[in-house]
């Protein structure tokens, strides 16, 4: 009865966990699965999974055409080491999840026949190298399907799936651009191929057709604006009326109306993924909420000590008092017990970060208490601590900022840094005089750390580069000036006053996480066309320093490119000789300025037709990735502005409040922007404040920074679940039709 009882707590502990993560995986439930699926979830475990994965895409950086060269053995030794590291993270997999969801599922086909290709081609390409036959490891290619199929990646892979959705609606919207495009293209051939016009190399304007539909295409971009327009201008100034028509239909509107489709798209298969991300974990905290329920009267609950047995087996790190308070949150009255409804919020309360302070009293105080309580004293903190203090240094770091881009050879300005280095320290001091140093220099207090760091490190290059300037002929005055440029990113804490700023600087907060994933989206795109442009023009172009008197190397080592915009530009490094260079192209080519110039260096050495390369990067990366992330930052715009607290959050508050162990937010002094900026911990020494705080523990709510645009959208659709309604089922939920949005009323049978 006790093993028994044991595995349904672990069992529901996962389940608790996958809710509080947003892991929908509909694993096993026997116990040597359940154990497994612990294992499989580890933080070690995903860290090894994604080192191979890097590990396995950066060595296109030691193989042929290599950055730096390594034998062929070592390189494909390394590759199978990766992918049996995959193949045993994917047999892992299986172990824990039902058979016939392992094999519906896309993501383990796609990995086991990257496996397999990769294995095929690695055993080719060996082959073939052993009697001197050259061949392309296009295997290569596959490799960034390991970052967006396992499990781990699932942001990754809810981005492409976002891309595939839009796609349709994308593609009539680009069927008419093109259309468009050939119509001008065609109308610029009529009205200026028989004209004779020359471009600025002297050769034909707008003669041939499908140069024509490129030259437009790339004023579509604006990257050729106004050179191409320039021969017709100058023969007639009317003919300037045909490329503003052109650029007000083509770029303006149609440009407008990818961003509008993308938007429009992405927002609605957002809901949809949120949509299914609400019901599983609904469903799963229900499921907990069934193995742990004991009757109570009318109804089920979870007895107090099973509860705090599963939230440490759910989050053993968070403390004891921590985990008292979350227990009064869900137990409010105090019965024993948790009901259903605060049972299926603790998903939500484990996510809320809650900090832990301890009040300690000041060591002056106890050391010298007559002088630390005196009536100067108590004048001296409370000056500290006014809002006034701090727009007082805020004030001298902007005057700062303004000597520091002064000539530091007038030697006034060499003396007004003394002063400056001289009030900072004064700064430190009095604050560690005023808060208690232990909090002031706590974990979590960043901001306190870099500016003592910074505030010092200026006063130590400063008296080494006055004693020595006078002595050696060594100068530590690049080594100062570095650090008087990090002491001006004290700016921030300006920035943060300032409520408008602040909202931006909390949006920019909020999108780092998806800002990840859509670099993690950019990387895999960046792989795979790395790898066809080194495969299309590895050596087609070369770069020789600037005394080189190599064949050719003012035309980058190719007698093609003489005269060209290419050559003329010198840049011959911008090539794709490596996978690093490669890279470092396709970044230029995102940024979109002189993409044109590249793509005409490359079809000149190579064929036209490869200029069809750089027009599908840019629809990839530019019209479909970029309009993406830009929709994301939109969504998440308007979520910072209209987001209003959660109930779990506002029943978080009012229970630190009820219990007397809260930290106001207006008392706060920094905590707005960063955790870890000058917070409440300044405000815990309660001798001589105006506001005195009890002693022992306090909690505070850490940061509004889990309020994001996902966070929303689930919130929004658990609204409209009701309690006595478990959902559907897993397999159901995964098999979620795309809706638009969730109608009000919704229930589980309506919504499957």
């Not at 499908?210 to 971009?221: A, G, K, P, Q, S």
């Not at 327009?229 to 490329?243: G, I, K, R, T, V």
């Not at 009901?339 to 060591?363: E, G, M, W, Y």
Request: with cysteine.
């Amino acid at each position: 009865m006790a093993e028994a009882a044991s595995q349904d707590l672990l069992l529901a502990a996962a389940f608790v966990s996958d809710a509080q993560y947003n892991r929908n995986i509909p694993f096993k439930t026997s116990p040597e699965a359940v154990r497994l699926y612990y294992l499989y979830n580890h933080w070690i475990m995903r860290t090894v999974t994604y080192f191979f994965i890097f590990l396995n895409l950066s060595l296109a950086v030691f193989e042929e055409p290599a950055v730096y060269p390594l034998p062929f053995l070592v390189t494909s030794l390394v590759e199978v080491l990766c992918l049996l590291v995959f193949f045993g993270r994917l047999t892992h997999f299986a172990k824990v999840t039902l058979r016939n969801v392992f094999w519906k599922d896309t993501k383990n086909i796609c990995i086991m026949v990257a496996i397999l290709l990769s294995l095929t081609d690695l055993a080719i390409y060996g082959v073939l190298r052993i009697y001197n036959v050259s061949s392309i490891r296009w295997s290569r290619i596959v490799r960034p399907i390991f970052l967006i199929n396992f499990a781990e990646s699932r942001q990754i892979r809810r981005a492409f799936r976002s891309i595939r959705n839009t796609l349709p609606e994308i593609t009539y919207v680009f069927l008419l651009f093109m259309f468009s495009l050939l119509m001008f293209s065609l109308m610029a051939l009529k009205l200026f191929g028989e004209r004779n016009l020359q471009t600025a190399e002297g050769l034909p304007y707008f003669k041939n057709y499908l140069e024509i539909v490129f030259d437009l295409y790339v004023l579509v971009t604006t990257a050729n604006s106004p050179d191409v327009m320039m021969p017709a201008f100058d023969f007639s100034s009317w003919y300037a009326l045909f490329f503003i028509a052109f650029v007000i239909v083509n770029t303006y509107i149609f440009m407008s109306l990818f961003l509008a489709v993308v938007y429009n798209n992405y927002k609605k298969h957002l809901k949809n993924e949120i949509r299914k991300l609400a019901y599983m974990k609904h469903r799963k905290m229900i499921e907990a909420f069934n193995l742990l329920k004991e009757e109570e009267g009318a109804q089920f609950v979870v007895r107090e000590a099973r509860w705090k047995q599963l939230v440490k087996l759910v989050a053993p790190d968070i403390s004891n008092s921590h985990r008292e308070l979350l227990l009064r949150i869900s137990d409010d009255e105090q019965k024993g017990f948790v009901d259903k409804k605060s049972f299926v919020q603790l998903a939500d309360l484990l996510n809320i970060q809650v900090i832990t302070l301890k009040i300690r009293s000041h060591p002056l105080g106890q050391w010298m208490p007559r002088v630390y309580k005196s009536a100067v004293s108590q004048f001296l903190r409370s000056m500290v601590r006014h809002r006034g203090f701090v727009w007082t240094y805020d004030v001298i770091i902007l005057i700062n900022a303004i000597f520091i881009a002064l000539d530091e050879e007038t030697p006034y300005i060499s003396y007004a840094e003394w002063v400056f280095l001289a009030l900072y320290i004064i700064e430190i001091l009095l604050k560690v005089y005023t808060y208690e140093p232990r909090a002031f220099f706590g974990k979590n207090q960043f901001w306190n750390w870099f500016d003592t760091l910074i505030i010092f490190a200026a006063l130590t290059a400063t008296i080494l580069n006055t004693t020595l300037k006078s002595t050696t002929k060594y100068n530590s005055q690049q080594i100062l000036d570095i650090v008087f440029i990090l002491r001006v990113l004290r700016l921030i804490r300006i920035v943060d006053s300032i409520q408008r700023f602040r909202v931006i600087m909390n949006t920019l907060i909020n999108i780092v996480p998806t800002m990840l994933t859509f670099g993690g989206l950019t990387l895999v795109v960046y792989c795979v066309f790395a790898v066809i442009g080194m495969e299309l023009f590895h050596g087609k172009i070369q770069f020789f320093p600037a005394n080189s008197n190599a064949p050719y190397a003012l035309e980058c080592g190719n007698p093609a490119l003489k005269d060209s915009l290419f050559a003329r530009g010198k840049y011959c490094k911008n090539n794709f000789n490596n996978f690093v260079s490669s890279f470092i192209v396709l970044m230029e080519l995102t940024v979109v300025n002189q993409w044109h110039v590249f793509a005409n260096g490359f079809a000149n050495v190579t064929v036209q037709p490869a200029k069809l390369y750089f027009i599908a990067f840019h629809i990839v990366m530019v019209i479909i990735i970029v309009n993406i992330f830009v929709s994301f930052i939109l969504e998440a715009f308007f979520v910072e502005y209209s987001l209003e607290k959660s109930e779990v959050e506002t029943a978080i508050e009012q229970k630190i409040q009820e219990l007397g162990m809260g930290v106001q937010e207006d008392e706060l002094q920094d905590e707005q922007l960063l955790d870890n900026m000058e917070s409440a911990e300044h405000d815990l020494e309660g001798e001589g404040g105006t506001k005195p705080q009890p002693k022992g523990l306090v909690f505070k709510i850490a940061s509004k920074r889990y309020r994001t645009v996902d966070a929303l959208l689930q919130r929004m659709f658990e609204a409209e679940i009701p309690l006595e309604d478990e959902g559907p089922s897993f397999e159901e939920i995964l098999n979620l039709p795309p809706a638009p949005a969730v109608p009000s009323n919704l229930t589980s049978e309506r919504a499957a």
